[in-house]
Nanobody, 119 residues
Framework: QVQLVESGGGLVQAGGSLRLSCAAS????????MGWYRQAPGKQRELVAT???????NYADSVKGRFTISRDNAKNTMYLQMNSLKPEDTAVYYC?????????????WGQGTQVTVSS
């Protein structure tokens, strides 16, 4: 198991920046996959950025060139640097950890952090 705690959300004007953090309760070195997702009111949760099991990164087209996912294994923390924010980035942002156990991947989610971008 792993517990995840997001932080760093808030209210920012369009064009501004925020950095989200996701602190894990255990070493993230062996976590199979990790990523950031978001859910806007009335919409489904969607992928924002992830680390694959091979260590590469994937981004949603809507955030490419503006958001950067990173991780600090020594601090057991994953980050999402968000630049050039737009009102349509407003959502609750969640981090996810996929833990491989007996050939099955179990997903764990944080409680989410609100990001609001004003126009």
């Amino acid at each position: 198991q792993v517990q995840l705690v997001e932080s760093g959300g808030g209210l920012v004007q369009a064009g501004g920046s925020l950095r989200l953090s996701c602190a894990a309760s255990r070493s993230i070195n062996s976590i199979y996959t990790m990523g950031w997702y978001r859910q806007a009111p009335g919409k489904q949760r969607e992928l924002v950025a992830t680390f694959t099991s091979g260590g590469t990164t994937n981004y949603a087209d809507s955030v490419k060139g503006r958001f950067t996912i990173s991780r600090d294994n020594a601090k057991n923390t994953m980050y999402l640097q968000m630049n050039s924010l737009k009102p349509e980035d407003t959502a609750v942002y969640y981090c996810r950890a996929g833990v491989l156990t007996a050939s099955l991947v179990y997903n764990y989610w944080g409680q989410g952090t609100q990001v609001t971008v004003s126009s």
